[in-house]
């Protein structure tokens, strides 16, 4: 099973709002990735946590908190968006982080709209 | 700095013809390069992947060809059909981190 699910499918929020999108993995991964897709772009990188801890941010605006809270879940804290931030969000997993494992699964993503 | 140049940018293909769709790097140290699938409003699907150590990797009417001398490789879908019909990524990476995507090529097969 390489199956990854991430919740809500679909998010509109107010730029005052706050809201978290969930990420799940029960392949026993120990990496969890957030990337940020905009329409006919690839994904971007935003976070990689390792074995529960944040290992990579990528300059990501403050307005975006991840948390990581076992090594099954991951989430992240919207708070103040802008409606540039409007977007696919991606969680992907993968086996390790900086060791000898190489393939990502990602989720299905969670459609944000930022009005 | 693009790391992966991908191209062409779009495609379009008859049902039954083979899409090729061509990727290139510049860091030799990446030792690791997948193929991802992604219908609209899903995620990336992993589609087929390659290590340097070989020249081609074949999946069904999926084959990966690899020429580490020229840092290009490139995805075949051979007889193509309406339901390939998606944007495809190359990615590359050095082994277990970070990957560098590629812009994406949307492939339409027409039957």
């Known amino acids: 099973d390489t199956e990854v699910t991430q919740t809500p499918k679909h998010l509109v929020m107010g730029m005052t709002n706050k809201k978290s999108l969930k990420c799940e993995q029960h392949m026993g991964h120990r990496a969890m990735y957030w990337y940020k897709q905009k329409a006919k772009k690839p994904p971007e990188l935003m976070f990689v946590y390792s074995y529960e801890k944040l290992s990579i941010n990528e300059s990501v605006p403050s307005r975006f908190s991840p948390e990581c809270p076992n090594s099954s879940l991951l989430n992240l804290h919207l708070h103040a968006l802008q409606p540039e931030d409007s977007a696919l969000y991606l969680c992907?997993?993968?086996?390790?982080?900086?060791?000898?494992?190489?393939?990502?699964?990602f989720g299905p993503g969670t459609r944000l709209t930022v009005t | 700095q693009q790391q992966v140049k991908q191209s062409p940018q779009s495609l379009i293909v008859q049902k039954g013809g083979i899409s090729i769709i061509n990727c290139a790097y510049e860091n030799t140290a990446f030792d690791y390069f997948p193929w991802y699938q992604q219908f609209p409003g899903k995620g990336p699907a992993l589609l087929i992947a390659i290590r340097p150590d070989v020249s081609e990797k074949k999946e069904g009417r999926f084959t990966i060809s690899f020429n580490k001398s020229a840092k290009q490789f490139s995805l075949h879908i051979m007889d193509s059909q309406p339901g390939d019909s998606a944007t495809y990524f190359c990615a590359a990476s050095i082994t277990g981190n970070q990957f560098y995507f590629g812009t994406g090529t949307s492939l339409t097969v027409i039957p």
């Open positions: 992907a997993s993968s086996q390790d982080y900086d060791r000898s494992s190489y393939e990502q699964y």
